[in-house]
């Protein structure tokens, strides 16, 4: 049987890394206080997160921050949707009313679903093997740089 990272258009330790982090990044929000759901289940209030750090987020404190978040909000990644049993790639840019944190953020979740969920085996996103290459690499670069901004989740994080 082929290596299930044989066809994927991103570094399978790049891809291995972020989608880590971004694990235990949701169980940190989660154990550090952002956690919504009931008896029947869990999940990380991304949202609720993105609003609690935004006047803290500053791109501009590191050159790889402000260029990530640069990228991901003006080359955001597309979203897979489904036409007539075809799945195609949608343009989606973020919601301009929302804060700065929280877009960025949404843009770091559509790339790991992407990731996660098979799109980046896929044509045509699948080849586009730079952009998909950076944007794992910027949306790594945010959730280290976000995990920071909240004591409890850091704390979560490295614990």
């Given at each position: ?19 880590g982090v971004f ?45 990530a978040v640069e ?44 990731l996660f969920h ?42």
């Open positions: 049987m082929a290596s299930p990272f044989q066809q994927l258009n991103v570094d399978p330790q790049l891809a291995c890394e972020f989608l694990a235990r990044c949701e169980f940190a929000l989660k154990a550090g206080g952002f956690a919504q759901g009931d008896a029947n289940g869990v999940n990380a209030n991304w949202d609720l997160f993105a609003q609690t750090i935004d006047g803290h987020f500053d791109p501009t404190q590191s050159d790889d921050l402000s260029h990228y991901l909000l003006n080359h955001p990644p597309r979203k897979q949707i489904l036409i007539n049993n075809h799945i195609e790639w949608r343009d989606a840019a973020p919601d301009a009313n929302l804060t700065r944190a929280e877009r960025v953020l949404l843009m770091v979740r559509r790339v790991r679903n992407n098979g799109g980046k085996f896929l044509a045509p996103e699948g080849a586009e093997n730079d952009r998909d290459q950076l944007l794992v690499q910027h949306s790594l670069t945010v959730l280290r740089a976000c995990i920071l901004l909240s004591a409890q989740v850091t704390a979560a994080y490295e614990h």
